[in-house]
C-alpha cells in the first residue's frame, strides 16, 4: 500500500464518519485547505525530478478530485437528512377540513330552459320572449280566443286593476306563452321557427297546480310544414331531452282555439315501484298540446294563411323538469327551500350541450 | 259530460266492447276521465242456492251451509262450498248471492279469504246488497224468488250492468254533450251503426192557451226562436224505473216525470228544455231584455237579480224563468201539476255566457246553450219531447206556438282531398275523406261541403281537413322529419340580452349562490317597502293576500325565502334569483333583474378562522364579478344615491353617467326587521340590460403589448379626511401620467381610533401601490421621483391629502 492509499483511505473515510458540516468542513481544510495534508503533498511535487513529478503529480490530483468529491457528495447528503428532519416537525394534521367553499346551483327551471334550448337551436329555432302582462288582445283574441268563449273562462286568469276611468279592456298576466307567437309573427313574419319559454300564470293553487309556472311554446312556418312534421319534431324533442334511445309518441285529437287540427300529445312509459320510465311500457302520459296553426291566428301575426302555414305547440316546462328529474312536488319549486336547491339544482358549469350529453 | 252504455246504444247499433269504444272516445277528442263498470267491481257476484243450512257445532248464532255454485256460470259446472254465515234469513233452499274466496266486497273494503270460523271451514260470502253497495240494505242477506236464474251474475239479474263513462267535451263540440253526438262520432270511426232518430210530429188538440211573443230587441238576436206547446191532462208522479236509474248513473237526481224528461233531452240529445205548471203562470209569456232590477226565486231555491239587458220569460205579471239557464221556482212543475207549457227555444250563446257568468249560476241548460245547441233541432226536440210525456204522462198536447225563426246557420267550405296531405301529412283516398264528412252529417254539392247545423265550431276549411284526420285517428300519423331550414352548422339563435341572462345566472351559481325562482306577484306591504305597490300592478283578482301587486324588485322575494330558511335552522344564507321585476300594469313595463343575497357569515365556523360576517365588500365583489362576465367596462362610477331599503352609509350604485348597471349594498336594517330576517344582510341587483353593448363586435383580440422594461411598484401612504373615498385618490393618482401608470391599487387602509390619534382628529391614512411600466427605456431613480411627486401633487389637490410621515 502506497502513502497516498494510507492517504486516501483516512480521509474517505473521516468524510464518512463526519457527524454534521462543521466536521466535514474540518475534514475538507485537515485534507484540502491551505495547509491540508494534499495540498502540502501537492507543493512537495516542484521539488520532484519530472518523471516523478508527472507520475505522484498525476495521481495526487486524482486524489484531490475523489476527495472533493466525497466531500460534496456528504454534504448534500448533511444537508437532505437535515431538511427532512426539519420537515418532519412541521407535520400538520391533514385530515381536517379544506378551507370551505360555498357550492352554487342552478335551479331546475333554468337547467330544462337551457335543455330545451340546445336542443330546438339544433333544430333552428330561435327563442322569442314577450311581456308577462299581456293586452287581453294578445291572450286572447288574436289566438281566436274571442271575449265571450268559454275557452277564456277556462283559463283562470288573472287580472290586472284598471284605473278609474280607463275603459280598455282589463290587462292580464299572460295565461300561456302562446302570444308569444303573435308577436314573433309580427316582429318576424314568416318563414318563422321560435320556442318561447317563460312565466304563466292561472289562478289555481292545489296540491298539483301554482298560481304561476312555465311553459315552453313553439312555431315553426314555412309553405309546407305538416302535422307529421310536428311529430317528428316533438319524437325528435323528446328523445333527446329524456335522454331515451327511442321514444314512442301518441296523437290524440283534441281543442284548441288557437291550432287546427289539434292534438293532445302522450308519451309512451311505464311506473314501476314509483319510478318513471320514457319509452317503454304500457302507459300513455300526456305531456303537451299541439296542433297546426289556426287561419286566424296566422292572419293575426300578420302572416297571410293561404301562403303559409305550420305547427305550434306548448308544454310545462315545470312538468317535465319533474318527469325527467323525479322531482315530486311542482309547489316545492317556488318555495326557495335550501334543502331543496342544494338536492334538486344543477352545479354552474353543467351547462347543457349536444355534444357532451344534457345532463352529467 | 257522463253516460251510460245502454244510453249510448240506443243511438249507436253496435257490438264493440266497452274498452273500445272508450279508446276510439279518446282517440276522437272526448278524452275518457273515467269509467264505472260495474262487471269489473261486481262481476264475480252470482246467483246461488243454499243446499242445506245447519247450525253451528260451536256457536249460537251462526250458521253452517252447503251452498251450490256456479264458478263458470250457468252453463258450466256447479260446485259445492261450505260456507259460515251470520244471517237471520241463511235458510235451506234460499236463492241468495255467492262471491267466491279471491273476491273484493265494496261494501266491507275486505278481500274475501280461505277462513276457520269458530273451528269450521268457511269458504266464501253469502252477501247482502249493502255489501255490493247496491242499496243500503242489510237486515239479511239477499233473498231471490225460489225460480231466480241459478248461476248468473248478480248484476245482470238486477239489470244494473251498465256502465258509466265521463268523458270531457272541448269547448268547441257542443254535440259531444249529448249522447247521440257521441254516438254520431263512433259511427263515423266505424264502431257501429248511427240509429236514426225519426221524428212524428204530435197533432195538436187544441190551441195552446199560452202564447208566446219574442220581444223586438231580442228577435233575431239573443232569441231567434222561441217554441212551445201546452199539454193538458197529465199525470207527475215519479218517472218510469229505467229512466231514473238512467238519471241517477249519470248523476243527476230524479225529480219527477216531467222534469226528468227534460233532463233525459238534455243528456240524450243536447236539447236543453224546460216546463211550466200552466196553472201557476198568467196569460202568455214574453221573452224581453230585463229593465234590471227584477228579481226571480230560481229553480236553485235561490234568488237571483237581474241587470238591464239580461234575458228573462214573463208572464203577464211577473218574470218566471232566466231564459236559457233556470227556471223560476214559482212556476215550476209539482206532483200536482197537470197541465204544462213545454217550452224549447235556441238562445244567443254569448248572451247566455254573459248572463251565467254574470249571476254565477251553473246549468247543465246554460252550459249547452253558451257552446251553442243544435238550432235546427229546436222544433224537432219539442216533438219528441212531447211524444214522449203523452207516453209516459198521458194528457193531450196543444198546437205548437211560435215567435222567430231557425237561424240561418248554412254555409259551406270548399272540400279539397288534397289538404289533408299538405296540412296533417295522411294519405287518405278522397272517397272515404268525404263518407266520413257524410258520417258526421256534412252535405255536398259539388266540391262545396256544408256543415250539419250542430257544428257551430266547423269554420273553415282547415276544420275539414280536422274532421277527416279526427276520424281516421293521428294516432297513424307518422312523423315526417323538418329539413333544416338552411342547410350546415346551425347559426347562434340567443339574443345578447338572453346569453347575458345565461351568463349572470351561471357567474352567480359559480359564486356560490343558490338560484331561486320565486312568485313574480307579492304582498302590497312588501312591494310598497321596495318601491312598488302602487295601483298600477295591483292584480285585480289575487289567488291569496300574499300575492296581491307585481313585484317591483327581486329582493323581497329573497329575503322572504331567506327568513323561511332562517325559520329551519340555516344561517349562513347566499341566495340569487334572474327574472323579471314589473314598473307598470303596461305590457312591456317589465325588466330583467339579477339579485344576490348574503345572509350571515361568509363560511362555517372552521379551524382557520375563516368566518366572519358578510359586509358590503362581499357584494360588490360578487356585483362586479357578475358586471364583468356581461361585458360592463373595467371602470365605471360609483355613487351613493341608493334607493331606501338600503344601508345609507354602507351601499353604492355602480353606474356609467346617469345609466345605473348595478346597486349594492348592506340591506337597510328597517327592511330586515319588516321582512323578518335576522342579518347582517348584503345584497347586489344588476341590471343586465343597462350594461352598453360592445361597438364592434368581433372574436379578434386588440394586439398584446408586452414590454421587456421592468415595471417599478411605489407604495404611497396618505393622510386623508376621513370622509374622503378612495376611489378619488386612486383616479387622481392615475392620471398623473396616464402613459407611464399601468395601474393603482388601495392596498391598506388604517381608520378609527387609533388612526385619529396618530394623525389627527377625522383623518384616515390609505396607502396605494402604484405600479409603473415604462414604454421605451428602464426608468432610473430621477424618472422615478419625477412621477411620484406628480402623484403626490395631483392625489393632494384632488383630495386634500397630505404624504404620512
Known amino acids: 500500500m502506497t502513502a497516498l492509499d494510507t492517504l486516501r483511505g483516512k480521509y474517505i473515510e473521516a468524510i464518512a464518519s463526519a457527524a454534521d458540516e462543521a466536521a466535514l468542513e474540518e475534514v475538507r481544510l485537515a485534507a484540502l485547505g491551505k495547509k491540508g495534508e494534499i495540498s502540502l503533498k501537492m507543493r512537495e511535487l516542484g521539488q520532484m525530478s519530472p518523471e516523478e513529478r508527472q507520475t505522484t503529480g498525476a495521481a495526487l490530483n486524482r486524489l484531490r478530485d475523489e476527495i472533493d468529491a466525497s466531500l460534496r457528495a456528504r454534504k448534500q447528503g448533511l444537508a437532505d437528512a437535515a431538511l427532512d428532519a426539519r420537515l418532519k416537525t412541521e407535520w400538520l394534521d391533514v385530515t381536517l377540513p379544506g378551507r370551505p367553499r360555498r357550492m352554487g346551483t342552478i335551479h331546475p327551471v333554468s337547467q330544462v330552459m337551457a335543455e330545451l334550448t340546445a336542443i330546438f337551436a339544433d333544430m333552428g329555432f330561435a327563442v322569442a320572449e314577450g311581456p308577462q302582462v299581456e293586452s287581453d288582445w294578445f291572450n286572447f283574441d288574436a289566438l281566436n280566443i274571442p271575449p265571450e268563449h268559454p275557452a277564456r273562462q277556462e283559463h283562470d286568469t288573472f287580472f290586472m286593476a284598471r284605473a278609474e276611468g280607463d275603459d280598455r279592456p282589463p290587462h292580464v298576466l299572460r295565461t300561456h306563452t302562446s302570444p308569444v307567437q303573435i308577436r314573433a309573427m309580427q316582429a318576424q313574419g314568416a318563414p318563422i321557427r321560435v320556442i318561447a319559454p317563460g312565466r304563466v300564470y292561472r289562478m289555481d293553487m292545489d296540491q298539483t297546480h301554482t298560481p304561476m309556472f312555465h311553459q315552453v311554446e313553439g312555431l315553426a312556418i314555412d309553405r309546407d310544414i305538416s302535422m307529421a312534421n310536428l311529430k317528428w319534431v316533438l319524437e325528435e324533442f323528446c328523445r333527446a331531452f329524456f335522454e331515451v334511445p327511442s321514444v314512442e309518441l301518441r296523437f290524440r285529437a283534441s281543442h284548441f282555439p288557437f291550432t287546427e287540427p289539434s292534438a293532445e300529445v302522450d308519451i309512451r312509459c311505464s311506473w314501476e315501484g314509483g319510478q318513471l320510465k320514457i319509452g317503454e311500457g304500457d302507459g300513455w302520459l300526456e305531456i303537451l298540446g299541439s296542433g297546426m296553426v289556426h287561419p286566424k291566428v296566422l292572419a293575426a301575426g300578420g302572416v297571410n294563411p293561404d301562403e303559409w302555414q305550420g305547427f305550434a305547440f306548448g308544454m310545462g316546462i315545470d312538468r317535465i323538469a319533474m318527469l325527467k328529474y323525479g322531482i315530486p312536488d311542482l309547489r316545492a319549486f317556488f318555495e326557495s327551500d335550501l334543502r331543496w336547491l342544494r338536492h334538486y339544482g344543477f352545479a354552474a358549469l353543467d351547462m347543457p350541450d349536444l355534444a357532451g350529453g344534457l345532463s352529467r | 259530460m257522463k253516460f251510460t252504455l245502454s244510453w249510448l246504444k240506443d243511438h249507436l247499433e253496435t257490438e264493440a266492447p266497452l274498452d273500445e269504444i272508450v279508446t276510439a272516445l279518446t282517440d276522437l277528442g272526448h278524452e275518457v276521465e273515467g269509467v264505472e263498470d260495474p262487471a269489473k267491481v261486481l262481476g264475480a257476484f252470482r246467483t246461488c242456492r243454499v243446499i242445506e243450512a245447519q247450525p253451528h257445532p260451536n256457536a249460537d248464532r251462526l250458521r253452517l251451509c252447503r251452498v251450490e255454485t256456479w264458478p263458470d256460470g250457468p252453463d258450466g259446472p256447479s260446485e259445492e262450498v261450505q260456507v259460515v254465515c251470520g244471517a237471520p234469513n241463511a235458510r235451506t233452499g234460499l236463492v241468495g248471492v255467492f262471491a267466491p274466496v279471491g273476491t273484493h266486497v265494496p261494501g266491507t273494503g275486505v278481500d274475501l279469504k280461505p277462513g276457520v270460523i269458530r273451528g269450521v271451514e268457511s269458504n266464501g260470502m ?384 359559480a359564486l356560490g349562490y343558490n338560484e331561486c325562482v320565486t312568485y313574480s306577484f307579492i304582498d302590497e306591504a312588501a312591494a310598497r317597502l321596495f318601491g312598488g305597490g302602487s295601483e298600477a300592478v295591483r292584480v285585480e283578482n289575487p289567488i291569496s293576500s300574499e300575492m296581491t301587486h307585481l313585484r317591483p324588485d327581486l329582493l323581497p322575494g329573497l329575503l322572504r325565502a331567506a327568513a323561511r330558511n332562517q325559520a329551519r335552522g340555516f344561517a349562513d344564507i347566499a341566495l340569487c334569483e334572474i327574472g323579471p321585476v314589473f314598473a307598470g300594469g303596461e305590457p312591456g313595463e317589465q325588466q330583467l333583474q339579477a339579485t344576490g343575497l348574503l345572509v350571515g357569515a361568509v363560511a362555517p365556523r372552521d379551524p382557520f378562522g375563516s368566518r366572519r360576517p358578510v359586509d358590503v365588500y362581499d357584494a360588490k365583489a360578487d356585483a362586479e364579478a357578475v358586471l364583468a362576465a356581461v361585458g360592463a367596462p373595467a371602470r365605471m362610477q360609483i355613487s351613493r344615491k341608493v334607493p331606501g331599503w338600503w344601508h345609507l352609509g354602507r351601499s353604492g350604485i355602480v353606474g356609467l353617467g346617469p345609466n345605473v348597471l348595478a346597486t349594492f349594498g348592506e340591506v337597510h336594517p328597517r327592511i330586515l326587521r319588516e321582512m323578518d330576517v335576522k342579518g347582517p344582510a348584503v345584497a347586489f341587483t344588476v341590471l343586465v340590460a343597462n350594461v352598453p353593448l360592445p361597438k364592434v363586435k368581433t372574436p379578434t383580440r386588440p394586439a398584446l403589448k408586452l414590454s421587456d422594461l421592468q415595471a417599478v411598484e411605489r407604495d404611497f401612504a396618505f393622510v386623508v379626511d376621513a370622509s374622503v373615498e378612495a376611489l378619488a385618490l386612486v383616479n387622481a393618482a392615475q392620471g398623473a401620467d396616464k402613459a407611464l401608470i399601468e395601474s393603482v391599487r388601495v392596498f391598506d387602509q388604517f381608520a378609527g381610533e387609533k388612526a385619529e390619534a396618530q394623525m389627527g382628529p377625522g383623518k384616515k391614512s390609505l396607502a396605494l401601490t402604484v405600479r409603473l411600466l415604462p414604454t421605451d427605456r428602464t426608468l432610473n431613480d430621477k424618472d422615478i421621483e419625477a412621477v411620484s411627486a406628480k402623484i403626490v401633487e395631483k392625489v393632494s389637490k384632488a383630495t386634500g391629502a397630505t404624504l404620512r410621515g
Open chain 2, 126 to 509: 253469502l252477501c247482502s246488497e249493502r255489501e255490493l253497495m247496491l242499496s243500503d240494505d242489510h237486515d239479511g242477506i239477499i233473498d231471490l224468488p225460489p225460480d231466480a236464474p241459478l248461476g248468473v251474475r248478480f248484476i245482470d239479474y238486477k239489470g244494473v250492468n251498465d256502465p258509466v263513462i265521463e268523458v270531457k267535451i272541448t269547448p268547441n263540440r257542443p254535440d259531444g254533450l249529448g249522447v247521440r253526438g257521441l254516438a254520431r262520432d263512433l259511427a263515423a270511426r266505424g264502431l257501429g251503426t248511427f240509429r236514426p232518430l225519426p221524428i212524428e210530429p204530435v197533432p195538436g188538440r187544441f190551441p195552446s192557451s199560452v202564447s208566446v211573443t219574442i220581444a223586438p230587441e231580442l228577435k233575431g238576436k239573443g232569441c231567434p226562436i222561441f217554441a212551445g206547446r201546452t199539454i193538458r191532462g197529465v199525470k207527475n208522479g215519479p218517472s218510469p224505473d229505467w229512466l231514473q236509474a238512467r238519471l241517477r248513473a249519470v248523476g243527476l237526481r230524479p225529480i219527477s216525470a216531467l222534469v226528468d224528461i227534460t233532463n233525459y233531452f238534455t243528456i240524450g240529445l243536447n236539447r236543453p228544455l224546460h216546463v211550466f205548471d200552466v196553472a201557476r203562470i198568467k196569460g202568455g209569456l214574453r221573452i224581453h231584455a230585463a229593465e234590471g232590477g227584477e228579481e226571480l226565486l230560481a229553480l236553485d231555491g235561490k234568488s237571483y237579480t237581474v241587470r238591464a239587458g239580461q234575458m228573462l220569460i214573463s208572464d203577464e205579471e211577473q218574470p218566471e224563468s232566466l231564459a236559457g239557464i233556470m227556471g223560476g221556482e214559482l212556476s215550476g212543475c209539482t206532483e200536482e201539476t197537470t197541465e204544462v207549457f213545454l217550452e224549447s227555444a235556441y238562445w244567443d250563446p254569448i248572451t247566455i255566457a254573459a248572463t251565467g257568468r254574470a249571476l254565477k249560476i251553473v246549468s247543465d241548460a246554460r252550459y249547452r246553450f253558451e257552446r251553442g245547441v243544435d238550432p235546427a233541432f229546436t222544433l224537432p226536440g219539442l216533438e219528441l219531447a212531447t211524444r214522449m210525456i203523452l207516453d209516459l204522462c198521458g194528457g193531450e198536447a196543444s198546437e205548437v206556438v211560435m215567435d222567430g225563426a231557425v237561424p240561418d246557420t248554412s254555409r259551406a267550405y270548399r272540400f279539397d282531398p288534397k289538404r289533408v296531405v299538405s296540412l296533417v301529412g295522411m294519405d287518405i283516398p278522397a272517397a272515404e275523406q268525404r263518407a266520413t264528412l257524410e258520417a258526421l252529417g256534412f252535405t255536398f254539392d259539388g266540391e262545396m261541403a256544408a256543415p250539419p247545423s250542430w257544428r257551430p265550431d266547423v269554420q273553415g276549411e282547415a276544420d275539414l281537413v280536422e274532421e277527416i284526420a279526427r276520424v281516421a285517428s293521428l294516432t297513424k300519423l307518422k312523423g315526417k322529419p323538418l329539413p333544416r331550414a338552411q342547410a350546415g352548422v346551425p347559426k347562434p339563435i340567443l339574443t345578447t340580452l338572453q346569453v347575458r341572462e345565461q351568463t349572470a345566472r351561471r357567474t352567480l351559481a
